[in-house]
């Protein structure tokens, strides 16, 4: 964390010396400059933001979330949040929802940010596949949501440390997309403190699928 922090950090400082030295009256250079700066504050607010949610969901790892929350409500909510990023990429977002309440025991807006991440994450690195599929279907009283895209898809070896803080498989893509390489770590830590599981499968070509299996809830 301290270097995904530093780098920009020390750019930032550079550009800033750059300023009151070398490019204090060259207009076009501190323009230029003043937009990269702009960029890495940004991102340092981004990757700030996202630590503490981080660090915020892992002090209540133990704790168990009590509000019964509709799972077709909260996938409703994030595909209507995510559209205009959908649309402007080019990407369809195609939804099979169930149209009566899927109810689990939970944190509503912990929810909300998993499957934002997902379902983005599938938008941005599966914008290729035109296409997103979000599912959800309750077998037997255990809800599973299935996000599934048809992007380039994620090589093998990657697929165990996804979930790890920074952890980002193709470098560029992230960066186009602002990413931070968080979103996965802190989704792993709300599924647990959920007693759900996340699956993650990919056919190189074909994209990938990400899949949350919920505990059946209790009569
Ligand atoms: P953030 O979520 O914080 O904005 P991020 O999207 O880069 O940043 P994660 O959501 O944790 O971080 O995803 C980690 C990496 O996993 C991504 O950078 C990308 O390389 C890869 N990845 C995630 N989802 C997919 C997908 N559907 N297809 C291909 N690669 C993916
Ligand atoms: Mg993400």
Do not use: W
């Amino acid at each position: 964390a301290s270097h995904e922090l530093r780098t920009p950090l020390a750019s930032l400082a550079g550009f800033i010396e750059t300023l009151q030295g070398p490019a204090r009256d060259d207009p076009a250079a501190r323009d230029r400059f003043l937009g990269i700066m702009h960029d890495q504050a940004g991102r340092m607010s981004r990757l700030v933001n996202d630590l503490l949610s981080l660090s915020r969901i892992e002090m209540k790892g133990h704790v168990r979330p009590s509000d019964p929350v509709d799972l077709v409500a909260v996938l409703r909510h994030v595909i209507d949040a995510l559209e205009p990023l959908a649309r402007d990429l080019g990407v369809a977002i195609e939804a099979s929802i169930p149209s009566e309440r899927v109810t689990v025991v939970g944190d509503r807006d912990e929810l909300v940010q998993v499957f934002e991440n997902l379902v983005e994450n599938a938008c941005k690195y599966g914008q290729s596949g035109k296409r997103v599929e979000v599912e959800l279907v309750n077998r037997a009283g255990a809800p599973v949501v299935t996000i599934r895209d048809f992007g380039p898809g994620i090589p093998e070896e990657h697929l165990p440390r996804l979930t790890e803080r920074f952890y980002r498989v193709d470098l560029d893509a992230s960066r186009r997309h602002r990413g931070t390489g968080l979103g996965l770590a802190i989704a792993k830590h709300i599924l647990a403190r959920h007693q759900a599981r996340l699956s993650i499968a990919s056919r190189l070509g074909e994209g990938a699928t990400f899949t949350v299996s919920f505990p059946q809830a209790k009569a």
